[in-house]
């Protein structure tokens, strides 16, 4: 794997888990930014045909 790979999965996993506080938190401004994130990502890896689990329902397509 990838050090691009690798990053972005990490990223990924960290986007995750900060989506998930700020929906237990109810906090709708921290949800858009995270999930603005993660749609990112998912073009991101979309672009350069790299499959990050979690991404499936960010997919800006």
Do not use: K
Not at 21 to 29: H, I, K, P, Q, V
Not at 30 to 39: A, P
């Amino acid at each position: 794997m990838t050090e691009f790979v690798e990053q972005m999965r990490q990223r990924v996993n960290d986007a995750l888990g900060d989506l998930a506080e700020a929906r237990a938190a109810d906090d709708e401004y921290r949800i858009q930014v995270h999930t603005g994130e993660l749609e990112s990502f998912a073009r991101l890896a979309a672009e350069n045909g790299v499959r990050v689990p979690g991404l499936e329902a960010f997919d800006a397509a």
